[in-house]
DNA sequence: TCGGTTACTTGACATCGTGTCAATTGACTT
DNA sequence: AAGTCAATTGACACGATGTCAAGTAACCGA
């Protein structure tokens, strides 16, 4: 339970994060970090061996905290292809407000470290899984537009649904989440959908 | 010309611009640009007050080379909505393998520097001024999809455009430069054009 | 031909962030 | 009493950017 008195490792964990949404991410060294746990900046390196692996490994504390495995359960349970589309977009839209500064760490360390790289690649090919799964239900329900492939009909939703255009599209457009999330479910079906009634 | 000795000058904005083209943007370092150009670290500084203005320089310098107007004509001169459309992202297409080196350069930069960010934000607002003119060429014609407004609809161009997409779908989905120009343009009509044939 | 300017060179150095190392402390075990 | 573990302190190497001072070589005009 979180009113415990969290161990180092956690604490570390926690002020990563919170310096990563409160800050840019290249101002949050690991001397602040240290400040902010209550500890000497020497002692992070007791616990992970770099600034990459701590970023690393606070991608995983986010996951963990936000539960991302029951968020993804009303799209692998919906009936329609549709339906598996629309729910898979939303869960994602409600997702990434809280994955922001850890994310955008991350994109920022890949350019320098390949670990950091691989560690984003990976997460982004297990939400292109959704995307294929998703697609993949359209296809079976005959719904998936013949202009596509199934392979292009899943880049394009990856594409759609990429961390780097939720940012443009609400920091620098200044969308609303709610405006995000509609709009995206409209987009996506008049790409891949055959009737894209709305 | 360039059979010409070039200047200092320009020769430093060449190297510059053939190292980012040909490595990651992290390994060009002052030290890679001077030895290229052939003259000291140092002498750099006497013609570009710091790395960032260096890349913002280049940016510059990469634009006179192609002839961005030039470029941009026909899209300017179409007679219909969707040609302009069309036109205008046929030559953004031909135009971004030719910036991909600076580009990356300019963002990975502007995490750190808030005049290279402004630079690249720069940019990214003049080819924003074109979405709106396609929208409204669009609007115009009575072809633009009721679903959106004028300003979401350029909002959606403007994303699909985006430096960051065409990096996913051509790097990282390997798709060739001719499914790119064809499949955005299918894209761009889907969502925003109100009888989206094509 | 002298003097001045311009472009560039060399070498030393400050700064900042990451990451390493060695010696030490203090608490909790057994 | 000895041992172990987490953490501390302080010093330091490295790599990159950017600065400074002194020197040089070519060119240009009076």
């Known amino acids: 339970m979180s009113s415990e008195a969290p161990c180092t490792r956690d604490k570390i964990l926690q002020s990563t994060l919170a310096l990563l949404e409160a800050r840019e991410?290249?101002?949050?060294?690991?001397?602040?970090?240290?400040?902010?746990?209550?500890?000497?900046?020497?002692?992070?390196?007791?616990?992970?061996?770099?600034?990459?692996e701590l970023l690393?490994?606070?991608?995983?504390?986010?996951?963990?905290?936000?539960d991302v495995d029951a968020r993804l359960l009303p799209s692998r349970t919906a009936r329609t292809g549709l339906e598996r589309l629309d729910a898979y977009i939303e869960s994602w839209g409600e997702f990434l407000p809280k994955i922001q500064g850890i994310a955008k760490?991350?994109?920022?360390?890949?350019?320098?470290?390949?670990?950091?790289a691989a560690a984003w690649d990976d997460r982004m090919q297990a939400m292109r899984s959704g995307c294929a799964a998703a697609v993949k239900a359209l296809k079976r329900d005959k719904q998936l537009s013949p202009q596509h492939t199934v392979e292009q009909?899943?880049?394009?939703?990856?594409?759609?649904?990429?961390?780097?255009?939720?940012?443009?599209?609400?920091?620098?457009?200044?969308?609303?989440?709610?405006?995000?999330?509609?709009k995206l479910k409209q987009m996506a079906r008049s790409i891949l959908v055959v009737d894209a009634g709305g």
Not at 25 to 41: E, H, L, P, W
Not at 105 to 116: H, P
Request: some cysteine.
């Open 56 to 66: 690393i490994a606070t991608t995983r504390y986010v996951e963990d905290i936000h």
């Open 25 to 52: 991410v290249q101002s949050v060294r690991m001397g602040d970090i240290a400040k902010r746990s209550g500890i000497s900046r020497q002692a992070l390196y007791l616990h992970f061996k770099s600034r990459a």
């Open 153 to 182: 009909a899943t880049d394009i939703l990856w594409m759609l649904m990429s961390f780097q255009n939720w940012q443009q599209l609400t920091q620098a457009c200044g969308w609303p989440p709610a405006t995000y999330g509609k």
């Open 105 to 116: 760490a991350l994109i920022v360390m890949s350019e320098t470290d390949s670990e950091a």
